[in-house]
């Protein structure tokens, strides 16, 4: 044993290193700040070993067996009281363990609260790198952890922020304000709220997120549905997707702006009206509009949807598709007592469910107003006739109109009144009578003719003085024309006609001029004159009714204008009908009369052609409704996310920024709220943001970022 200065060898050529007066480290490595003798060595150490000079890396070691245990503060410890201590921490904490890195031990040597200095508040606990606990009684743990300037303040998540009372108890989660909570992980609870979804947002005394990127804004609101909005004292958003805004609002699984929605009405989108029981995807849009069925739309103030779905249409003739009768509930822009309006700037509808404006209403009374003028069809008229034989698309349309119309069969109303009807297959005999005769042809025409010879009792021309009876011919004082020469015989009972009273006239004078020659006398030939003269009067009158009887005849023909024979004219008082007009043929090259059986066939065969049309353009139209939507769709996310991205965000370090923009694309518009946060050092920020658009839809953003 040698003692050099104040240091004590033990065995000869054990130096110790260490001088009196060197201090020593405290639990944590750190300088000891204490300077009395019990920390700090006021004599040299005694040494019991060596470290050799040349191999630091080899030493040479002795125990110090036998050493009681030690009692003053300057003692030495023996092992039985190091295992006392031991027994004593293992017995009061169980299950908690630190750990300061995963890879080794000088990865994270500077990072906050390295030396437990994160708790600065009174009474206030932080475990975790860079965890700080600032209030008092704060709890701050997990790793980026804070709580900040408030009593009782908890933050328990990874880069979770707690400030004046608030509990952040996730990762990410936010939670600022007394009796606040942010148990969701990315959650933001501000003044009093309580978000527990995950990416949830709660602002608000009483205010509650409880689902998944929720949105709860208000005081004592409340949201229950994922992706789902409440904004405005007492709202209540209950199911997926809901948006309600305003005081007391409800909306289950819906969009509620100023109104109400009952309960079992979900999918529902109402602006400033209600939406009745179970009025499942209903609209009400308008102050005091009223939807009482599913699918039903009320569009505009004092607006009642009353029609339900099911309901045939005005004409529909029985017809149950689509077309004729309504698959939802009906659409109302009044309430048929004493609000109407009136639908503007209406373009022309194509398909069979297009609505009709004003002007295709004015083309269709032009076509009804249009007159066929005796002789010729309107030329427009007939190009439709001729383009719409040519389109014959609705084969199976046609067949059962058909079928319909010989399952009636067919009438046959005789000159008497009476009526019988008859069906398809059934032979019908027709019979002439007396003067009539009815034939068929080899290809099966029935033909009916007068006979050659027919029995009358009086023949009469309407408008005309002549009659026809069996007692003679009575020709009212007019001429007959084209009389055949008379048989002139002392029996003979024919009229004369000019050209033979004529000759009689001849005869007179040729007996005039000869009386002398032929020797006859005066008396005798003045006798024949006077007999020829009566004769003559006799066959003059005669000739006249004739002729008087075919002049009225030829008043009541049909003939020419002209001798050009181009154009026959019909001038009864009130137009006149042509009757019994056969069939004309129909094609291009066509010049003959149609009749009104013809044209009634080419107007159902356009009603049918028509309606198929029509039915097109509605499924093209449901088509263009549809794309419509689905554009309506993108153009409303776009100015969600334009929103979003209008959002400002915080620029000091240790601030936080509650923002709120709005966004507008192509007639969409978006409202979004956002909240940022930055870390004390600036290096660390946390971005919020979430919109509603005009469409219903919920865009949710979350961002951090970490400079350096």
């Known amino acids: 044993m040698s003692q050099t200065d104040s240091r004590t060898l033990l065995n000869q050529g054990y130096l110790s290193p260490v001088a009196d007066g060197t201090p020593s480290h405290d639990i944590n490595g750190q300088p000891n700040p204490d300077y009395s003798n019990t920390w700090v060595p006021n004599l040299g150490e005694v040494s019991i070993g060596k470290t050799d000079d040349n191999n630091p890396n080899y030493q040479w070691t002795r125990r110090v067996t036998n050493l009681a245990a030690g009692y003053d503060d300057t003692d030495a410890v023996n092992?039985?009281?190091?295992?006392?201590?031991?027994?004593?921490?293992?017995?009061?904490?169980?299950?908690?363990?630190?750990?300061?890195?995963?890879?080794?031990?000088?990865?994270?040597?500077?990072?906050?609260?390295?030396?437990?200095?994160?708790?600065?508040?009174?009474?206030?606990?932080?475990?975790?790198?860079?965890?700080?606990?600032?209030?008092?009684?704060?709890?701050?743990?997990?790793?980026?952890?804070?709580?900040?300037?408030?009593?009782?303040?908890?933050?328990?998540?990874?880069?979770?922020?707690?400030?004046?009372?608030?509990?952040?108890?996730?990762?990410?989660?936010?939670?600022?304000?007394?009796?606040?909570?942010?148990?969701?992980?990315?959650?933001?609870?501000?003044?009093?709220?309580?978000?527990?979804?995950?990416?949830?947002?709660?602002?608000?005394?009483?205010?509650?997120?409880?689902?998944?990127?929720?949105?709860?804004?208000?005081?004592?609101?409340?949201?229950?549905?994922?992706?789902?909005?409440?904004?405005?004292?007492?709202?209540?958003?209950?199911?997926?997707?809901?948006?309600?805004?305003?005081?007391?609002?409800?909306?289950?699984?819906?969009?509620l702006l100023k109104g109400t929605i009952q309960e079992g009405a979900h999918k529902a989108i109402v602006l400033g009206g209600s939406a009745g029981l179970n009025a499942e995807r209903s609209v009400a849009i308008g102050s005091d509009s009223v939807v009482f069925h599913s699918d039903g739309i009320a569009l505009g103030a004092y607006s009642e949807a009353k029609t339900d779905a099911g309901v045939q249409g005005y004409l529909s003739n029985g017809a149950t598709n689509a077309t004729w009768q309504s698959t939802n509930a009906a659409m109302s822009i009044g309430n048929g007592s004493r609000v109407t309006r009136q639908i503007t700037s209406l373009a022309a509808g194509t398909e069979d469910t297009d609505a009709v404006n004003v002007a295709q209403l004015k083309v269709v009374k032009a076509l009804a107003d249009t007159k066929v003028d005796k002789d010729y069809v309107d030329s427009a008229l007939k190009d439709l006739i001729d383009s719409t034989l040519l389109v014959i698309d609705d084969i199976s349309s046609t067949v059962n109109n058909i079928s319909s119309t010989v399952e009636k069969g067919?009438?046959?109303?005789?000159?008497?009144?009476?009526?019988?009807?008859?069906?398809?297959?059934?032979?019908?005999?027709?019979?002439?009578?007396?003067?009539?005769?009815?034939?068929?042809?080899?290809?099966?025409?029935?033909?009916?003719?007068?006979?050659?010879?027919?029995?009358?009792?009086?023949?009469?021309?309407?408008?005309?003085?002549?009659?026809?009876?069996?007692?003679?011919?009575?020709?009212?004082?007019?001429?007959?024309?084209?009389?055949?020469?008379?048989?002139?015989?002392?029996?003979?009972?024919?009229?004369?006609?000019?050209?033979?009273?004529?000759?009689?006239?001849?005869?007179?004078?040729?007996?005039?001029?000869?009386?002398?020659?032929?020797?006859?006398?005066?008396?005798?030939?003045?006798?024949?004159?006077?007999?020829?003269?009566?004769?003559?009067?006799?066959?003059?009158?005669?000739?006249?009714?004739?002729?008087?009887?075919?002049?009225?005849?030829?008043?009541?023909?049909?003939?020419?204008?002209?001798?050009?024979?181009?154009?026959?004219?019909?001038?009864?008082?009130?137009?006149?009908?042509?009757?019994?007009?056969?069939?004309?043929?129909?094609?291009?090259?066509?010049?003959?009369?149609?009749?009104?059986?013809?044209?009634?066939?080419?107007?159902?065969?356009?009603?049918?052609?028509?309606?198929?049309?029509?039915?097109?353009?509605?499924?093209?139209?449901?088509?263009?409704?549809?794309?419509?939507?689905?554009?309506?769709e993108a153009r409303a996310g776009i100015a969600g996310a334009a929103a979003i991205a209008g959002l400002p965000q915080v620029r000091g370090n240790g601030k936080s920024m509650l923002a709120a923009a709005v966004g507008n694309y192509k007639g969409q518009n978006a409202i979004a709220l956002g909240y940022t946060r930055s870390s004390d050092n600036g290096k660390l920020l946390l971005k919020l943001g979430g919109s509603a658009n005009t469409q219903g839809d919920i865009v949710s953003s979350v961002g951090i970022g970490y400079e350096w």
């Open 410 to 632: 067919f009438n046959i109303t005789t000159s008497d009144g009476t009526t019988t009807n008859h069906q398809l297959g059934e032979t019908i005999t027709v019979d002439g009578g007396k003067n009539i005769a009815t034939t068929t042809d080899d290809k099966g025409a029935v033909h009916v003719a007068m006979k050659d010879d027919i029995e009358v009792k009086s023949v009469s021309v309407e408008g005309s003085t002549i009659v026809i009876t069996q007692d003679g011919i009575n020709a009212g004082d007019k001429k007959v024309s084209h009389v055949a020469d008379g048989a002139v015989s002392i029996d003979s009972k024919e009229a004369v006609n000019g050209s033979q009273l004529f000759a009689v006239k001849n005869t007179v004078d040729k007996a005039r001029q000869t009386a002398q020659l032929a020797e006859v006398k005066a008396s005798d030939a003045q006798s024949i004159a006077k007999t020829a003269q009566t004769e003559a009067k006799v066959a003059k009158s005669t000739s006249d009714k004739a002729i008087a009887a075919v002049e009225k005849l030829n008043d009541t023909a049909v003939k020419y204008d002209d001798s050009s024979k181009d154009k026959v004219t019909l001038s009864g008082s009130q137009g006149t009908t042509i009757a019994n007009v056969k069939d004309g043929a129909i094609n291009a090259t066509s010049q003959d009369a149609v009749n009104g059986r013809q044209l009634h066939a080419t107007n159902t065969q356009v009603m049918k052609n028509t309606q198929s049309i029509n039915q097109l353009n509605g499924r093209v139209n449901q088509l263009d409704g549809k794309i419509n939507k689905v554009n309506k």
């Open 79 to 255: 092992v039985a009281q190091l295992k006392a201590v031991e027994a004593k921490i293992g017995d009061s904490i169980n299950y908690l363990s630190i750990n300061k890195t995963a890879d080794d031990d000088s990865s994270l040597p500077e990072l906050d609260n390295f030396n437990n200095d994160g708790a600065t508040g009174d009474y206030a606990v932080a475990i975790g790198a860079k965890s700080s606990a600032t209030g008092h009684g704060a709890v701050a743990i997990g790793s980026v952890a804070k709580t900040i300037n408030r009593t009782q303040t908890v933050a328990s998540g990874e880069f979770s922020y707690a400030a004046q009372g608030g509990l952040a108890s996730n990762t990410n989660s936010i939670a600022i304000g007394h009796d606040t909570q942010a148990a969701g992980i990315d959650s933001l609870a501000l003044q009093g709220g309580k978000a527990r979804g995950t990416a949830s947002v709660a602002i608000g005394e009483g205010t509650t997120s409880d689902a998944a990127n929720g949105v709860t804004i208000g005081q004592f609101t409340k949201n229950s549905g994922e992706k789902s909005v409440a904004l405005g004292y007492g709202s209540y958003a209950k199911g997926n997707n809901s948006f309600t805004f305003g005081g007391g609002n409800y909306a289950n699984d819906s969009i």
